[in-house]
């Protein structure tokens, strides 16, 4: 590995993030009163710490398998790593624009899919012309067929995923982190999408893979990572990390 | 994989394979160069949104003309019949349609610019792509409302004034105003983003900014009324929305010279330069941080 390229290095990397857990008190108006006049601090802030000192280099042509129970930290350190959330110390060095690509991922529901199609690859910097070349592939690779000229709202939510794997992956990117969007798709789609992952490996990209259907981890990556409760449990070949898992998850 | 000693190693290593900070603002130059690449965003964006709004009305666009109309009603029933405030305007339809008009051009950016980037957090989760697209798209949207209002009144003023040249400064005047506009609007987005009380707020400072720009009423001949000093007029005429109304009445409306505001253009080119800059300085600074949590 020692000679390998790296495309993505945490160092140290620590989130910490504050979430408002509702109003506090009953919520009225009174009650929003008297907190500002003890001059208290919102107390219903609360910080969390997601992530706590996580280090790894990823290197060109890794798939890596982000394994965990739920709220672990694992969406928040792809989020991290795609530089969407900054970090409270350490630091992700990334070669390119990460692309995330998560399941909440909401495009503009009110609009067609053929709409969505363009909006997103606008956003995502391709050029007109460019998706017009690509367009029919991308609609036919997320296999929506005639409900591309439906409002997204009218989709389920698989269908909706499939549409915005499609287009994220649409382009080539350096770095691909995919959230779970492959869960909600079916038998078919899924297959399609992890040869897709297969094919931006091939491509020297490097992606990052949340999931917590371990067959799919094992079949498409080559390497994991461990988290637990924002810790690095364990990084290392797939095989190695998911079995270590499912044995701790056993006891 | 990494050592206790993992922070230098890490940097080093970084730096000799040239990757770099994820989540790092851009220099201001290389953001504007990035915020042009994505202008084809900004445009379709905008056109999404506007069929959008009005994709579930039976009327559909045709919305696009009537709100304009409706509101002119509203105002020129309450202010032009009730209150008759209209005294010593001659052509007090096309004098309040442009102040409306104009007025509400600025109000809507800023009340719906202020929702820009919270509307669409997922967006901004997921795609990287310089934030201040959305802001621009939203100014852009108004914008072509601005133009069909623009039109309503063309229709109005060439009905009963008839066309002139002095129309074509409408086009420097337009321009000026949606400089501003884009400036303001960046700064709002930005507010409302992190003090969402912001949006509870706006309507009620926007309102109070309408009673003061002198869209249903003369400010001189206000002013004249009860006897203020010279200098009221003076300071009144730097409130940026009289000086794009004053502005639009110049080009448009022959016999305002009366009514006009004491150098409107003046204040109006300083304004849309200041703003804009300031606006673009002010929302880049939390480029990185739009979109946390």
Same mark, same amino acid.
């Not at chain 2, 603002?25 to 056109?47: D, I, K, M, N």
């Given at each position: 590995?020692?000679?390998?390229?790296?495309?993505?290095?945490?160092?140290?990397?620590?989130?910490?993030?504050?979430v408002?857990?509702?109003?506090?008190?009953?919520?009225?108006?009174?009650?929003?009163?008297?907190?500002?006049?003890?001059?208290?601090?919102?107390?219903?802030?609360?910080?969390?710490h997601?992530?706590?000192?996580?280090?790894?280099?990823?290197?060109?042509?890794?798939? !890596?398998?982000?394994?965990?129970?739920?709220?672990?930290?694992?969406?928040?350190? /792809?989020r991290?790593?795609?530089?969407? /959330?900054p970090?409270?110390?350490?630091?992700?060095?990334?070669?390119?624009?990460?692309?995330?690509?998560?399941?909440?991922?909401?495009?503009?529901?009110?609009?067609?899919?053929?709409?969505?199609?363009?909006?997103?690859?606008?956003a995502?910097?391709?050029?007109?012309?460019?998706?017009q070349?690509?367009?029919?592939?991308?609609?036919?690779?997320?296999?929506?067929g005639?409900?591309i000229?439906l409002?997204?709202?009218?989709?389920?939510?698989?269908?909706?995923?499939?549409?915005?794997?499609?287009?994220a992956?649409?382009?080539?990117?350096?770095?691909l982190?995919?959230?779970?969007?492959?869960? #909600?798709?079916d038998?078919?789609?899924?297959?399609?999408?992890?040869?897709?992952?297969?094919?931006?490996?091939?491509?020297?990209?490097t992606? $990052?893979?949340?999931?917590?259907?371990?067959?799919?981890?094992?079949?498409?990556?080559?390497?994991?990572?461990?988290?637990?409760?924002?810790?690095?449990?364990?990084?290392?070949?797939?095989?190695e990390?998911?079995?270590?898992?499912?044995?701790?998850?056993r006891? | 994989?990494?050592?206790?000693?993992?922070?230098?190693d890490?940097?080093?290593?970084?730096r000799?394979?040239?990757?770099s900070?994820?989540?790092?603002?851009?220099?201001?130059?290389?953001y504007l160069?990035?915020?042009?690449?994505?202008?084809?965003f900004?445009?379709?964006?905008?056109?999404a949104?506007?069929?959008?709004?009005?994709?579930?009305?039976?009327?559909?666009?045709?919305?696009?003309?009537?709100?304009?109309?409706?509101?002119?009603?509203?105002?020129?029933?309450?202010?032009?019949?009730?209150?008759g405030?209209?005294?010593?305007?001659?052509?007090?339809?096309?004098?309040?349609?442009?102040?409306? $008009?104009?007025?509400?051009?600025?109000?809507?950016?800023?009340?719906?610019?202020?929702?820009?980037?919270a509307?669409n957090?997922s967006? !901004?989760?997921?795609?990287?792509?310089?934030?201040?697209?959305?802001?621009l798209?939203?100014?852009?949207?108004?914008?072509?409302?601005?133009?069909?209002?623009?039109? !309503?009144?063309?229709?109005?003023?060439?009905f009963?004034?008839?066309?002139?040249?002095?129309?074509?400064?409408?086009?420097?005047?337009?321009?000026?105003?949606?400089m501003?506009?884009?400036?303001?609007?960046?700064? $709002?987005?930005?507010?409302?983003?992190?003090?969402?009380?912001i949006?509870?707020?706006?309507?009620? =400072?926007?309102? #109070?900014?309408l009673?003061?720009?002198? !869209? $249903?009423?003369?400010l001189?001949?206000?002013?004249n009324? =009860?006897?203020?000093?010279?200098?009221v007029?003076? =300071?009144?005429?730097?409130?940026?929305i009289?000086?794009?109304?004053?502005?639009?009445?110049?080009?448009?409306?022959?016999?305002?010279?009366?009514?006009?505001?004491?150098?409107?253009?003046?204040?109006?080119?300083?304004?849309?330069?200041?703003m804009?800059?300031?606006?673009?300085?002010?929302?880049?600074?939390a480029?990185?941080?739009?979109?946390?949590?």
């Amino acid at each position: 590995m020692g000679e390998a390229e790296p495309t993505v290095i945490a160092d140290r990397l620590d989130i910490i993030y504050k979430v408002i857990a509702g109003q506090g008190g009953k919520g009225t108006a009174a009650t929003a009163l008297r907190r500002i006049v003890k001059r208290q601090d919102r107390p219903t802030i609360r910080e969390v710490h997601a992530v706590k000192s996580v280090s790894f280099t990823a290197y060109k042509g890794d798939a !890596i398998g982000v394994i965990g129970r739920n709220g672990s930290g694992k969406s928040t350190m /792809l989020r991290a790593i795609a530089g969407l /959330l900054p970090p409270a110390a350490g630091a992700v060095y990334t070669g390119g624009r990460p692309s995330l690509l998560g399941v909440n991922a909401a495009m503009m529901n009110d609009l067609t899919g053929d709409r969505n199609v363009v909006l997103g690859c606008l956003a995502m910097g391709m050029s007109a012309a460019e998706i017009q070349r690509r367009y029919d592939e991308i609609v036919e690779f997320s296999g929506i067929g005639d409900f591309i000229d439906l409002p997204m709202s009218t989709y389920s939510s698989g269908m909706a995923a499939r549409l915005k794997f499609a287009i994220a992956s649409a382009k080539t990117h350096d770095i691909l982190l995919v959230d779970e969007a492959l869960a #909600t798709g079916d038998a078919e789609f899924r297959v399609r999408s992890e040869r897709k992952i297969k094919e931006l490996r091939d491509q020297a990209g490097t992606v $990052f893979l949340v999931s917590h259907s371990l067959d799919v981890v094992q079949e498409t990556c080559n390497r994991a990572l461990w988290l637990d409760a924002g810790v690095l449990k364990l990084d290392g070949p797939v095989d190695e990390v998911v079995a270590a898992y499912i044995k701790s998850t056993r006891s | 994989m990494t050592g206790p000693t993992g922070a230098t190693d890490a940097a080093a290593l970084a730096r000799r394979y040239g990757l770099s900070k994820s989540s790092v603002r851009p220099p201001l130059g290389s953001y504007l160069h990035e915020l042009w690449s994505r202008r084809q965003f900004v445009v379709s964006y905008a056109a999404a949104r506007t069929y959008a709004m009005y994709a579930g009305a039976r009327l559909g666009s045709i919305w696009q003309v009537l709100t304009p109309l409706l509101n002119a009603a509203v105002y020129y029933l309450a202010f032009g019949v009730l209150l008759g405030t209209k005294n010593g305007i001659d052509n007090y339809v096309a004098f309040l349609l442009s102040g409306i $008009f104009v007025f509400t051009f600025t109000q809507r950016c800023m009340t719906e610019g202020s929702r820009s980037l919270a509307l669409n957090l997922s967006l !901004i989760r997921t795609l990287h792509f310089p934030r201040a697209t959305l802001p621009l798209a939203y100014v852009l949207n108004e914008l072509n409302q601005m133009l069909v209002s623009l039109g !309503i009144l063309f229709v109005v003023v060439g009905f009963t004034d008839g066309p002139a040249w002095s129309w074509l400064l409408v086009v420097p005047a337009m321009l000026l105003q949606v400089m501003f506009n884009i400036g303001i609007t960046l700064v $709002f987005a930005r507010i409302g983003t992190f003090v969402s009380d912001i949006t509870q707020l706006l309507p009620f =400072v926007t309102r #109070t900014w309408l009673y003061a720009s002198g !869209i $249903f009423f003369s400010l001189p001949a206000k002013l004249n009324q =009860v006897d203020a000093p010279g200098w009221v007029i003076q =300071v009144l005429a730097f409130n940026p929305i009289s000086a794009y109304i004053d502005i639009i009445r110049r080009s448009l409306l022959e016999e305002h010279e009366p009514n006009q505001l004491p150098h409107a253009w003046s204040i109006a080119i300083v304004w849309s330069f200041v703003m804009l800059a300031s606006g673009f300085w002010y929302f880049w600074q939390a480029e990185d941080r739009y979109g946390r949590g």
